[in-house]
């Protein structure tokens, strides 16, 4: 099974800050990464899919790089309305998730 | 507009069944493949089952297999899963969720149905 590291658990910034998450797999997992926000009491929504590709209707200051093993998913300037957790997936070897960063402002 | 709305959930013993339904709307929902995703308490996600667009084939974690079953009637977009031998590690938010046109991520998720499994 290929295990999803996220880091850090728990990211404080301020408003306007840009923001960046990592997802570490344990194994190359070839770009097939995709990251979910998680708002509190809602369902995940579909940020990035594939490394970088912008799902519909997502701000165009969340990005996503990547390569190999390693992730990252970035915020280029914060906004209120951004505070959630956020979870990396994988689906090179059927489906795994993170177990999240939890964004708040500070 | 996209709709999954999940119905079913509940409190149930540990050994026993449950179904969980998802009704979808919105969209063609044989084009799609479809999948059932859980969330325990204050955790993380784990994905549970998904069924190909014809519902001929179907796909488990070990954490799962051999109990639950995955599966969909097209002429009433509808997505259902039967969860039997419960146990406790089976409480969670179950969401139903539409797999996106490359199979490999949840683009559209339902609002979630709880089960608990408890005595």
């Known amino acids: 099974d290929i295990q999803m590291t996220q880091s850090p658990s728990l990211l404080s910034a301020s408003v306007g800050d840009r923001v960046t998450l990592s997802c570490k797999a344990s194994?190359?997992?070839?770009?097939?990464l995709n990251w979910y926000q998680q708002k509190l009491g809602e369902a995940p929504k579909l940020l990035i899919y594939?490394?970088?590709s912008l799902q519909t209707g997502i701000p165009s200051r969340f990005s996503g790089s990547g390569s190999g093993t390693d992730y990252t998913l970035t915020i280029s300037s914060l906004q209120p309305e951004d505070v959630a957790t956020y979870f990396c997936?994988?689906?090179?070897?059927?489906?795994?998730f993170g177990s999240g960063t939890k964004l708040e402002i500070k | 507009e996209v709709q999954l709305v999940e119905s079913g959930g509940g409190l149930v013993q540990p050994g026993r069944s449950l179904k969980l339904s998802c009704a979808a709307s919105?969209?063609?929902?044989?084009?799609?493949?479809m999948a059932w995703v859980r969330q325990a308490p204050k955790k993380g996600l784990e994905w549970v089952a998904t069924?190909?667009?014809?519902?001929?084939?179907?796909y488990y974690p070990d954490s799962v297999k051999g109990r639950f079953t995955i599966s969909r009637d097209n002429a009433k977009s509808s997505l259902y899963l039967q969860m039997n031998s419960l146990k406790s590690e089976d409480t969670a938010t179950y969401y139903c969720?539409?797999?996106?046109?490359?199979?490999?991520?949840?683009?559209?998720w339902g609002q979630g149905v709880m089960v608990t499994v408890s005595s």
């Open positions: 594939y490394t970088n």
């Open positions: 969720a539409r797999l996106g046109t490359g199979k490999g991520y949840f683009d559209y």
């Open positions: 997936q994988q689906y090179n070897s059927w489906f795994t």
């Open positions: 194994q190359n997992i070839y770009k097939y």
């Open positions: 069924i190909s667009t014809s519902g001929s084939r179907t």
């Open positions: 919105g969209f063609t929902f044989s084009n799609y493949y």
